[in-house]
């Protein structure tokens, strides 16, 4: 009965470290992210160099999503350093490419719309991380609404229609939402794979959890953006 207990415990604390380090490095990625989007935007020479030449404002906005496909598929092969340089990488251009939000809207309503989206972020984490319920049913029903964003965003850039970027911008908060949930309970679940490794698994497993996380809080917040952004005069 003790030593039951004694796995059990060692398995929940290994479960909260697996937790607290993607936090912690969404985090630092966030935080990284912040800092480069405010350098940029507050450096007329910088915002000359990216948006008066095509070439280098399209790298800035693939790269990063170059950068999520090769991470996603070598994770696991990539050393703990390279991992984090990759990942270092991609909130930095990230930042780079999310500089424009501090052009189009004021500075108030991006910091309001930023607190919303946390409040909003950890709420769903809470709920993943204490349900006893499998988020997994719902998996299906995410990835559909998640290309159907993507198929009418694309749409909606020969249509302009405000109505259906409206209705685009509702969706991708529900979406991002859900996902939040969603990849915080199997996040949840990787504490499993990561009993008994060492600790560049752990990293990797880190890393990799705190990027699916970034991307439901970058994507959530744009959407909100949306509701909640004040335009400069």
Known sequence: M????????????????????????????????????LGVASNPRYIQAIYSNR????????????I???????????????ATLWFSAFAALMGASLSSVFLVYTGTSVAA??????????????????????LAAFSSYL????????????????LKSSGLDWLISLVG???FIGLTAWDTQVI???????????????LRLSIMGALKLYLDFINLFLFMLRFFGRRRD
């Open 2 to 37: 003790t030593e039951g207990r004694f796995y059990d415990d060692a398995a929940l604390v290994r479960e909260r470290s697996v937790l607290r380090n993607v936090y912690l490095w969404m985090a630092a990625g966030l935080a990284l992210t912040g800092i480069v989007a």
């Open 55 to 66: 070439l280098v404002y399209m790298i800035l906005l693939f790269a990063p999503i170059g």
């Open 68 to 82: 999520v496909w090769y991470l996603s598929a070598r994770i696991m092969s990539l050393s703990a350093g390279a």
């Open 113 to 134: 719309t930023f607190f919303i989206t946390a409040g909003t972020f950890a709420a769903m984490s809470v709920y993943a991380v204490t349900t006893r319920r499998d």
């Open 143 to 158: 990835v559909m609404g998640l290309w159907g964003l993507i198929i009418a965003s694309l749409v909606n850039l020969f």
């Open 173 to 175: 908060v529900a979406v």
């Open 188 to 202: 949840k679940g990787w504490s499993a794979r990561a009993a008994g490794e060492d600790e560049s698994v752990f």
